[in-house]
Nanobody, 121 residues
Framework: QVQLVESGGGLVQAGGSLRLSCAAS???????MGWFRQAPGKEREFVARLSSGGSMTGYADSVKGRFTISRDNAKNTVYLQMSGLKPDDRAVYYC???????????????WGQGTQVTVSS
């Protein structure tokens, strides 16, 4: 039902910041939204999730304290603010959506096509 399009990826130096955006073609106010990433040679991994109302959040241990997920339901947009970036954060980042908070990290229903983030040392 909903198409997701990521933007904001690019090249950033280690220690820098970057904000990713995920624009949805339709209303996302009832969906849990989140982010995944896939680094070169590795499997896709969960990064962050945010409940439909924005009250509950969850993060992978590797990004806690550095990344912040947020949403603007009026704009049908989800964000991932990344700070203190490390070379290991290099990956294609994917936006995702699910019907429930509990299933976002394992079984998203909707996926974006991804945006590349490259971190230089």
């Amino acid at each position: 039902q909903v198409q997701l399009v990521e933007s904001g990826g690019g090249l950033v130096q280690a220690g820098g910041s970057l904000r990713l955006s995920c624009a949805a073609s339709g209303r996302i106010s009832t969906y849990t939204m989140g982010w995944f990433r896939q680094a070169p040679g590795k499997e896709r991994e969960f990064v962050a999730r945010l409940s439909s109302g924005g009250s509950m959040t969850g993060y992978a241990d590797s990004v806690k304290g550095r990344f912040t997920i947020s949403r603007d339901n009026a704009k049908n947009t989800v964000y991932l603010q990344m700070s203190g970036l490390k070379p290991d954060d290099r990956a294609v980042y994917y936006c995702a959506g699910s019907l429930t908070y509990s299933t976002l990290s394992t079984r998203p229903s909707y996926w974006g096509q991804g945006t590349q983030v490259t971190v230089s040392s």
